[in-house]
């Protein structure tokens, strides 16, 4: 576990982990974090949870989960988020349109493959408006899910 949470972190320099390969637990919760490189969590192959809550992300860029394939929390709740991108992530194929201060994310049916480890998906308290119907699809392990405080509407 490395708990870095509550530090006051406003940024997070790219590869800065790349040699915490046997990290299982990260927690930057708590700071003032708007955005995070797409190469920060390089080398974090065995890592399990990654909690984001509390920060002030209003975009985040799922390529920067490119080699956490273990992933099985992740928690964004309680930050700013109205856009969701993939910028050349090749584990996810997860798209997004703003829709005035929220967002629309269609997930592709093999989205989170890579992924399927994901058992705790925590996106509460952001400003999500809707979810395609194949939304969570790949995500068969998946046991959590929270969208509360969000404006979510399930879309066909």
Do not use: W
């Not at 708590?30 to 969590?41: G, H, K, M, V």
């Not at 856009?83 to 967002?103: L, N």
Request: charged share 25%; aromatic share 4%; glycine share 4%.
């Amino acid at each position: 576990l490395l708990d870095l949470s509550a530090n006051r972190l406003n940024g997070i320099e790219p590869s800065s982990m790349e040699h915490l390969q046997s990290l299982v637990e990260l927690n930057l919760s708590e700071n003032s974090l708007t955005d995070i490189p797409s190469t920060a969590f390089d080398g974090l192959s065995k890592l399990r949870k990654l909690d984001l809550s509390y920060n002030q992300f209003s975009r985040i860029d799922l390529a920067m989960l490119a080699d956490v394939r273990l992933l099985e929390v992740l928690i964004l709740r309680n930050n700013r988020i109205s856009e969701v991108g993939i910028d050349e992530c090749e584990t996810s194929r997860i798209t997004a349109k703003k829709i005035d201060e929220a967002v629309e994310l269609s997930v592709e049916s093999t989205s989170l493959s890579k992924h399927d480890s994901l058992k705790h998906l925590d996106l509460g308290s952001n400003r999500i408006a809707s979810l395609t119907d194949v939304a969570l699809q790949g995500l068969g392990m998946l046991q959590y899910l929270n969208l509360s405080s969000n404006i979510v509407r399930f879309a066909a």
